[in-house]
Each structure stands twice: as C-alpha cells, then as structure tokens.
C-alpha cells in the first residue's frame, strides 16, 4: 500500500465530482426512459472510513464507484429521476469541483514557491 497525500486525495476527488457530473448528465438524458433507476456516485463516506482509520490512506480505498441509491420515488413507468433534484445536486456538485480545483492550484503554489525559494 503506498501512503497517499495531499494531491492524490484532492485528485480523487476531482476524478468524483468529474464522475458524479456525468453521473447526473446520464440521469437527465434518461429522464424519460421507462424503468431507469438514477445512478449516483459514493466517495464522501469512502474517504471518511479512509481517514477516520488514522492509518496511510490507499488511494484504491477511495476510488469512486457508481452505484444506485434506489432511495428515490419511483413514478409511474419505473423511473425514479426527478428533475429538480439532479439540477440541484450539479449546483452542489459544481461547487465541491470548484474547491477541489482551488485546493489543489493552493498546494501547488506552495509547492513552487518552496522549490523556487531554496
């Protein structure tokens, strides 16, 4: 197992939040579709057990998965995607991408201004 840092967990959560966009883009554009189920992705609570272990974190115990909830209401032809909801969930996610993103420019800069100012 090798330890994981910093960059390796604001990378995998960026690679979640790219994925849980396509995630909800894939619910939208089955909106329509008779029996489709929305699909989502699990990583909070993955990286949670992870670092709450206070062991090294392995990168592979935070990858994120697909999954299915199968906790929404299902309407009439089978289908359990509410508009509204996944609008509201890409705002969110929107924003977690966001902070992933300006994160990982922070530590980077840290990481060029200690190697520039040696």
């Known amino acids: 197992m090798a330890k994981t840092g910093i960059v390796e967990l604001l990378e995998s959560g ?8 396509q995630a909800m883009a894939n619910n ?20 949670a057990k ?6 090294e974190v392995d990168a592979e115990e935070i990858e994120p998965k697909l999954y299915q909830p199968k906790n929404t209401a299902v309407n009439t032809n089978g289908n359990d995607v ?3 909801d996944e609008i509201g969930e ?12 300006r994160l990982m420019s922070k530590k980077f800069s840290q990481i060029d201004e200690a190697v520039n100012n040696r």
């Open 14 to 21: 960026l690679k979640a939040e790219t994925m849980r966009q």
């Open 50 to 55: 992870a670092l709450e272990s206070g062991d």
């Open 82 to 84: 509410n508009l509204e």
């Open 90 to 101: 890409m705002v969110k996610n929107s924003l977690r991408y966001k902070a992933f993103v």
């Open 28 to 47: 939208v554009a089955n909106i329509q579709t008779p029996g489709y189920r929305r699909i989502d992705v699990q990583f909070e609570k993955l990286l």
